[in-house]
Each structure stands twice: as structure tokens, then as C-alpha cells.
């Protein structure tokens, strides 16, 4: 069993940042996918950015304001999130997913608020 566990969310003014954290219970890094979705009220989860051997995509919406970043030494994966938007208020989710089986696993999601 892998836990997640996502810190750093809270409420932010418009343009503002905030760095999300995603840390692992055990090292699973180098056999894992890691991405970080979001969820806002209403509407279904949606991919952010995904990271997989050195290289990260990011949804259109989120490109050149997001920056997502992994430690493998440390089993750690941040969300840095600059020029924050009202439409990026969602709860933020980190998720693993193992390279071969294709398990997934979930954290319990941090709220992300943007708002003036």
C-alpha cells in the first residue's frame, strides 16, 4: 500500500502563488507515473501536469504559470503555481501510478482557493 499525502493549499488573491507538496510513505518514485490532478465543485477531475522519466506535461490551461517538480531521493513531488486565476479554485489531488500494473494511487486532496 502507498499512502500520499498533499500539503500546502489554502486561499490565495488573484495573480498570487502557491507550492504544493505531495509526499510518498515509501520510494516508489522510479516505478511510478506522478501527476497531480484538480477537482472543482461541479465538475470532474482533470489532469494538471503528469511527470514520467524526466519529463513533465501540463495541461493548456495551466502552462507557463504551473511548475510541477519531483525529489525521488526525498519521495516528494511539489506543484509550484504562480499567476493564480479564480477558475483554478478546485481540491488538488497528487496521484501515482505504477508504471506496469497500472495501479493508481490517490491523495486526499488539498484545497486550492482563489479568490479576492
Known amino acids: 500500500q502507498v499512502q500520499l499525502v498533499e500539503s500546502g493549499g489554502g486561499l490565495v488573491q488573484p495573480g498570487g502563488s502557491l507550492r504544493l507538496s505531495c509526499a510518498a510513505s515509501?520510494?516508489?518514485?522510479?516505478?511510478?507515473?506522478m501527476g497531480w490532478y484538480r477537482q472543482a465543485p461541479g465538475k470532474q477531475r482533470e489532469l494538471v501536469a503528469i511527470?514520467?522519466?524526466?519529463?513533465?506535461q501540463y495541461t493548456d490551461s495551466v502552462k507557463g504559470r504551473f511548475t510541477a517538480s519531483r525529489d525521488n531521493a526525498k519521495n516528494t513531488m511539489d506543484l509550484q503555481m504562480n499567476n493564480l486565476k479564480p477558475e483554478d479554485t478546485a481540491v488538488y489531488y497528487c496521484?501515482?501510478?505504477?508504471?506496469?500494473?497500472?495501479?493508481?494511487?490517490w491523495g486526499q486532496g488539498t484545497p486550492v482557493t482563489v479568490s479576492s
Open positions: 496521484n501515482a501510478r505504477h508504471v506496469y500494473s497500472g495501479i493508481n494511487y
Open positions: 515509501r520510494s516508489i518514485f522510479n516505478y511510478y507515473t
Open positions: 511527470t514520467s522519466d524526466g519529463i513533465t
